[in-house]
């Protein structure tokens, strides 16, 4: 049989697994939050070309 694990072994072995989903779940945030903005910049750039040219 095996030792059993340290309290240090297993609090690292806890962070490393809590931080796998905290950093892809922030990526997918970032992404979205980005992506957003990218959108939203490019429709109020359409809409000020469209206003500015004459009817």
Not at 11 to 29: K, N, W
Request: aromatic fraction near 6%; charged fraction near 20%.
């Amino acid at each position: 049989m095996g030792d059993e694990p340290t309290w240090g072994e297993l609090l690292g072995t806890f962070v490393l697994m809590a931080s796998v989903p905290v950093v892809v779940g922030g990526a997918l945030i970032c992404s979205a939050v980005r992506l957003t903005a990218w959108i939203s910049s490019a429709v109020r750039r359409r809409r000020a070309g469209a206003s500015r040219r004459p009817a």
